[in-house]
């Protein structure tokens, strides 16, 4: 099995990538998890205790879960994956089943900064765009998708968005075996991985 850890900024083509990559080398053997599935179950709190939680901090991820997905499917067994609603900052009753594939990839802004989960990544991929790119297509996608203000959005990002990456994200490259800079529009470094990937896919 081969694990692939995609990291990077807010708003860097994570996600981009990784849709690449298992287009490229098709889902029946490539299983993808996004750490956002992972934020901490905090279902029990009001949701004014929900919207005052730091969600860019390391402590936000519910980190023992995801190593142990990582290692249950390191291990040829599949999990049940966790489905989070950003609209209310809990965890929904549903989860989806993943199956174990040769390949597993995973990304997240916050996935090198634990260094257990760093372990189980055989390749580690730090997407690297520039912060004004980063917080335009944060903006578009958490008031399209995750129903949000402007305003709401411009705050989190001052108050706790951009004090975390300098913090966590941006050191967390230096563990990255690959950088690739401006995402999923990268098609030299995405063809250079992808190619990588399908070499050991060949050797059975």
Known sequence: MLMIGIAGGTGSGKTTVAERLVAAL?????????QDS???????????????????????VDGDLLLDH????????????????FSTHSRVERTIRVQSKRVVIVEGILLFADPLIRQELDIKVFVDTDADVRVLRRLSRDIQERGR?????????????????????EPSKRYADLIIPE???????????TS?????????
Do not use: C, W
Not at 26 to 34: I, K
Not at 70 to 85: E, G
Not at 196 to 204: A, H, K, P, V, W
């Open 70 to 85: 990582l290692r249950l499917l390191r291990s040829r067994q599949p999990i049940d994956m966790p489905v989070y609603d």
């Open 38 to 60: 992972y934020y901490a179950d905090n279902r029990h709190l009001t949701m004014e205790d929900r919207e005052r939680i730091n969600y860019d901090h390391p402590d936000s």
């Open 183 to 193: 995402g999923g529009r990268n098609d030299i470094a995405i063809g250079l991985l």
């Open 196 to 204: 990588r990937i399908q070499s050991y896919l060949s050797q059975g």
């Open 149 to 169: 203000t402007v305003e709401s959005v411009f705050a989190q990002y001052l108050n706790t968005v951009k004090p975390m990456h300098d913090a966590f994200v």
């Open 26 to 34: 098709g889902e029946e053997r490539v299983a993808f998890l996004s």
